[in-house]
């Protein structure tokens, strides 16, 4: 149990594209997810925290207007990097909140994003 | 502000050469320690959760033990397969607080 998805897990886009990326719990409902990015050889740097059916809440430094978060439904959340740029590469990750006594976040594997 | 501090920073082991991991947290009112695998290019793996000072969990190689300042994870006879970043967290709010990972390498 307890399996989380994310798709795609690479995508390569020119610069000023968008990209859209989707983060499903498979076997469970979760009211939070949570989005982290992740630099090469370091931990995970949470960017936001989504709850279905408000808005996110963003980490101190992370821009709103380029990184869109949507949870629509108990089970998907969605990442748009939008008007994407080199430095915006990079590896970004999911994780959803089981409801269980301890809310433990079981993670996605991952999406490599490259913006050329 | 929560802190967890992991050491050593990275482990290199013969295969079967048991060793442990240290994870130290200073934390008001633990309300659950988490340790996860995370292996290259993928997203971490949960392993344990784990509450109250003594308690422990096993699965395969691993054992996780917690006390009340620190947790230590515990590779008993390890294989290559045991090799990867583990990372230990705790809640903090909403969020988790991480530390910042041992990397494990293990040589056949």
């Known amino acids: 149990g307890a399996v989380v998805s994310q798709h795609p897990s690479r995508v390569i886009c020119k610069s000023g594209t968008s990209v859209k990326i989707e983060c499903r719990s498979l076997d469970f409902q979760a009211t939070t997810m949570f989005w982290y990015r992740q630099f090469p050889k370091q931990s995970l740097m949470l960017m936001a925290t989504?709850?279905?059916?408000?808005?996110?809440?963003?980490e101190q430094g992370v821009e709103k207007d380029k990184f869109l978060i949507n949870h629509a439904s108990l089970t998907l959340s969605t990442l748009t990097v939008t008007s994407a740029h080199p430095e915006d590469s990079s590896f970004y990750i999911c994780?959803?909140?089981?409801?269980?006594?301890?809310?433990?976040?079981?993670f996605g594997p991952g999406t490599r994003l490259t913006v050329t | 502000e929560d802190q967890v501090t992991q050491s050593p920073e990275a482990l290199r082991l013969q295969e079967g050469e048991s060793s442990s991991l240290n994870c130290s947290y200073t934390?008001?009112?633990?309300?659950?320690l988490f340790w996860y695998r995370q292996d290259p290019g993928k997203g971490p793996e949960f392993l344990f959760t784990l509450y109250s000072a003594g308690e422990e969990k096993e699965k395969e190689r691993l054992k996780a033990t917690l006390t009340k300042k620190e947790s230590f994870l515990h590779i008993t006879a390890p294989k290559p397969e045991d090799s990867a970043t583990y990372l230990c967290?705790?809640?903090?709010?909403?969020?988790?607080?991480f530390g910042a990972g041992t990397t494990v390498t293990v040589r056949a």
């Open positions: 967290a705790v809640p903090e709010e909403y969020k988790l607080s």
């Open positions: 989504s709850n279905e059916g408000s808005k996110a809440t963003y």
């Open positions: 934390v008001s009112g633990l309300r659950g």
């Open positions: 994780s959803a909140r089981a409801p269980t006594e301890f809310y433990e976040q079981y």
